[in-house]
């Protein structure tokens, strides 16, 4: 990752880089000793990339100054101090530590909470591409094809929002998101940021549809339909990546994106050599309000 790095709307800069005054900047720097004394409450995370995860806070999760400075312990291999109001991150290297690792686990993990406990986004996880200048969301289940699908609008020339975490949130009564970073993966490995890509769209984009998937036998039709209720609600709630329980908003918001953007279930057969069949539906779809 190079020292001019960009994420979730801001511009990342690193120990060697020069100060710049603009708050739509992280800085980040690593440390040789964490002050950890008063950090004594946890949260522990799951995870499937075989680490033990948990955040660290200063008392006891209940007042918002708890959340002005936090650490992120990855065991084994570093640790983050996250200071929300100064927007500095420090890390410290522990046995494991390499550079890829650090971007990983920055990229994936320590910036969503750290926007999160910022109140400034609510993150969705979804994969996310430009279609005619707005953003077009991909939710299902675990291995429902979101990173696939994503990759396949990625083939056909459309700038990548996100292949993970979405950062969104509402302005003028309408919902936008800040793109993530430029990293996908078609594939999932362990502690892996992905593969680079330079059709990456930084600016902040409305979002104009969300779709759904439901993966069907490879013979199946290619169907579609909008989501309406509490299964709308559901799915929306289910996507929701960051779930810290620090901010009595948190439901409101969900409902209120259920309330305003269109949700649809897309049934796509399971077999690779349908993409262009889904590809031009979901094209075809977006054109419509």
Not at 144 to 153: I, Q
Not at 163 to 173: C, M, N, R, V
Not at 178 to 187: E, I, K, T, V
Not at 191 to 217: A, C, Q, R, S
Request: hydrophobic share 35%.
């Amino acid at each position: 990752m190079s020292k001019h790095s960009y994420a979730y709307g801001y511009k990342l800069l690193f120990s060697s880089t020069k100060i710049e005054k603009t708050s739509k900047i992280i800085y980040i720097d690593k440390i040789t000793r964490l002050p950890q004394d008063n950090l004594k409450e946890k949260i522990h995370f799951d995870t499937n990339q075989n680490r033990s995860i948990y955040l660290k806070v200063l008392d006891d999760f209940k007042t918002e100054k708890s959340f002005e400075k936090w650490i992120f312990v990855v065991d084994g291999v570093l640790s983050f101090l996250c200071d929300t109001k100064l927007n500095q991150i420090y890390y410290q290297k522990d046995y494991n530590y390499t550079d890829s690792r650090r971007d990983y686990w920055l990229m994936h993990i320590v910036l969503p909470i750290f926007f999160t406990l910022k109140k400034m986004y609510y993150l969705l996880h979804t994969g996310s591409v430009n279609i005619n200048d707005k953003a077009v969301l991909f939710i299902g289940n675990s291995h429902a094809g979101k990173s696939t699908l994503t990759d396949y609008f990625l083939k056909k020339k459309h700038a990548l929002l996100s292949d993970d975490k979405l950062a969104t949130f509402k302005k003028d009564d309408k919902f936008f998101c800040a793109p993530s970073h430029p990293y996908h993966r078609p594939y999932r490995g362990i502690e892996d940021l992905g593969v680079k890509t330079d059709n990456f769209d930084k600016k902040e984009l409305e979002i104009h549809k969300i779709y759904w998937i439901k993966p069907v036998k490879a013979d199946d039709d290619i169907s579609m339909k909008e989501l309406l209720g509490i299964k709308k609600f559901e799915v929306l709630r289910y996507s929701t990546e960051m779930d810290l329980s620090v901010d009595k908003n948190r439901f409101e918001y969900i409902v209120d994106l259920a309330n305003s953007i269109k949700v649809y279930e897309i049934c796509i057969p399971h077999d690779l050599n349908r993409l262009e069949e889904v590809y031009s539906k979901i094209i075809q779809h977006s054109k419509e309000n």
